[in-house]
């Protein structure tokens, strides 16, 4: 198998010790449901976690209804229908553009909200996937840059034919908000996978850290783990949606914002971890974009986020900051990784 056609995937692998049966709030309490594109499990430990997991569920379905691109009540679907009007937005919408811009800044555009029509284009938004001429992803691109969204924190307006999705950050900042309202409940241990964005609140029940595997490129299996707590993990990668086109080539759908293309920057897969699923989500894709060496640098430049990176010949690196919680398993030990020094 092509490294072009595999992946790295965190998977919520959790080792779970026994709890104390007679503790109520050692027990674990479930939650699933079905919303933004993808199924999501939280499982939380406290004696709240039943009412605060019912107050998440509604939270997600509020937001999705706020940043949904399709449903015409969204502000979303508001903003790209607005014909350059300007579009009053709530507080988590204004956030989550914010925090867009910001990103698309730091990373000179490998971030960019408004690639959504070229993404639709290609069929990643549909399903109806094709290989776009040169002429029409010159015709998206016109209306394919952040710096022409007019946003002063609390309304917005986008030149007529652009289109922007939470797509990058959406989940990330979902994650984030949703934290704040178990942490609000009393909950000091839960696990979330928002459809495979890990998110992390304390440790373990028994004081241990969560254990999150990476699942092996090559097989079924893992062939990592990550120990962690208080924290988000979360991957980009070519597994998530791809097609392989009539020339045989493999397209995912991570595109370069400069080009309108799937990425080639020599990643196969970028993993992100920091506090902040935001931040973690937005990096995961805007490195993959950018490569290793612009990756380094700009890990280098900051100090709230680590990394796992996976070049497509197959050598794995990572920062210094989780030397210490990523372990080979003992069937890779001869994979070849390096360790990013400041």
Request: with cysteine; glycine share 8%; aromatic share 10%.
């Amino acid at each position: 198998m092509s490294w072009k056609t595999i992946s790295l995937l965190i998977t919520g692998v959790i080792f779970l010790t026994s709890c104390d049966k007679s503790a109520p709030d050692k027990e674990p309490h479930n939650k699933s449901f079905f919303a933004m594109d993808t199924y999501m499990s939280i499982t939380a430990y406290g004696k709240n976690a039943d009412t605060a997991l019912n107050q998440v569920e509604e939270k997600v379905s509020e937001l999705e209804n706020l940043w949904s691109v399709t449903r015409e009540s969204s502000e979303f679907y508001k903003i790209n229908h607005s014909n350059g009007q300007n579009i009053s937005v709530s507080p988590e919408t204004a956030e989550l553009i914010d925090f867009s811009i910001e990103i698309s800044e730091i990373t000179d555009g490998a971030l960019d909200c408004s690639i959504y029509p070229v993404l639709t284009e290609w069929g990643f938004t549909t399903g109806d996937y094709k290989i776009p001429t040169d002429e029409r992803l010159s015709e998206l691109l016109e209306y394919t840059d952040y710096r022409k969204i007019n946003f002063d924190g609390k309304s917005i307006s986008i030149p007529e034919n652009m289109q922007i999705d939470s797509g990058a950050v959406g989940k990330g900042l979902t994650g984030d908000i949703i934290t704040e309202i178990l942490v609000k409940n009393g909950i000091d241990s839960a696990l979330l996978d928002l459809g495979g964005n890990i998110q992390t609140i304390g440790k373990k029940p028994d004081d241990t850290e969560w254990k999150i595997g990476l699942r092996s490129p090559f097989d079924e299996g893992n062939f990592a783990t990550l120990e962690i707590s208080d924290c988000a993990v979360i991957t980009s990668g070519g597994y998530e949606r791809y097609f392989i086109g009539e020339d045989g080539k493999t397209y995912w759908h991570i595109l370069d914002p400069a080009t309108g293309r799937p990425a080639e920057s020599g990643l196969v897969s970028v993993t992100v971890i920091g506090r902040e699923g935001k931040l973690c989500d937005a990096l995961s894709t805007a490195l993959f974009v950018m490569g290793l060496e612009k990756s380094e640098d700009l890990w280098k430049s900051r100090n709230d986020f680590e990394m796992v990176v996976v070049t497509d010949d197959g050598k794995i690196y990572l920062t210094e900051g989780i030397e210490d919680k990523f372990s080979l398993n003992q069937m890779y030990a001869n994979l070849y990784t390096e360790v990013i020094y400041r």
